[in-house]
T-cell receptor, first 111, second 112 residues
C-alpha cells in the first residue's frame, strides 16, 4: 500500500522557535513530495514541494529536507510565527498517479 | 487564480436522508476529488474523477456515490446519511492526476 506516515499529530512551538514535521514513505518510486498548509476554515493549499534529486529546498522560512536513503522528508519552519498556526499535510506521488497524503500535523505557535 | 467552490459551508441532515454535496471548479481541470477530513485520520479519498462521466473509487467509497456530468462540476452523494458520515468534506481539482490539487473551503456535514 502506498502510505505516507506523518508525525507528530500535533505540535506546540514557541514563537521564534523551529517547527519540525516528519514524514516517512515506503514506495521508492515516489518522485514528488509536496507539503500542504491548511488554515482553520479553509481548504489545504500547496506550500512547498521537492523532488528526490535534491536534498533540500528552501522558500523563505520554510525548508524541506529530503533523505532518500532513509525514505524520509521533513518540513522545517524557522522563526515560527503565530500566523504559521495551521494543519500541515505531507504528500507523495509517483509519475502521474494521484497524491497520497499523510495524516496531518496540527501546529500551534504560542507567544 | 484557480477557484474551487462548494455549495455549502455547513449542512445539517437527519439519518436516512439523501445528501448532495456540490463542487465547481473554474480552471478547466480534468481531475476532481472528494475527501473527508477527520481529526487524526487526515485526508481520506472517497472518489475521484479523471474525466466527465468517469470515476474511480478512492480509499473509503462505501456509503457514497459521485456524479460528473459536466467537466466543471463534481457531486458527492450520500444515498442514506448515517451519523458516522458526520465530517468535513473537501473537494479538490487538478490539471493532471498527480499535479497540484486546489481545494475548496470544505463543507462541514452533521448527520443527526
Amino acid at each position: 500500500q502506498q502510505q505516507v506516515k506523518q508525525s507528530p499529530q500535533s505540535l506546540i512551538v514557541q514563537k521564534g522557535g523551529i517547527s519540525i514535521i516528519n514524514c516517512a514513505y515506503e514506495n521508492t518510486a515516489f518522485d514528488y513530495f509536496p507539503w500542504y498548509q491548511q488554515f482553520p476554515g479553509k481548504g489545504p493549499a500547496l506550500l512547498i514541494a521537492i523532488r528526490p534529486d535534491v536534498s533540500e529546498k528552501k522558500e523563505g522560512r520554510f525548508t524541506i529536507s529530503f533523505n532518500k536513503s532513509a525514505k524520509q522528508f521533513s518540513l522545517h519552519i524557522m522563526d515560527s510565527q503565530p500566523g504559521d498556526s495551521a494543519t500541515y499535510f505531507c504528500a507523495a506521488r509517483f509519475g502521474n498517479e494521484k497524491l497520497t497524503f499523510g495524516t496531518g500535523t496540527r501546529l500551534t505557535i504560542i507567544p | 487564480d484557480v477557484k474551487v467552490t462548494q455549495s455549502s459551508r455547513y449542512l445539517v441532515k437527519r439519518t436516512g436522508e439523501k445528501v448532495f454535496l456540490e463542487c465547481v471548479q473554474d480552471m478547466d481541470h480534468e481531475n476532481m476529488f472528494w475527501y473527508r477530513q477527520d481529526p487524526g485520520l487526515g485526508l481520506r479519498l472517497i472518489y475521484f474523477s479523471y474525466d466527465v462521466k468517469m470515476k474511480e473509487k478512492g480509499d473509503i467509497p462505501e456509503g457514497y456515490s459521485v456524479s460528473r456530468e459536466k467537466k466543471e462540476r463534481f457531486s458527492l452523494i450520500l444515498e442514506s446519511a448515517s451519523t458516522n458520515q458526520t465530517s468535513m468534506y473537501l473537494c479538490a481539482s487538478s490539471f493532471g492526476r498527480g499535479d497540484t490539487q486546489y481545494f475548496g473551503p470544505g463543507t462541514r456535514l452533521t448527520v443527526l
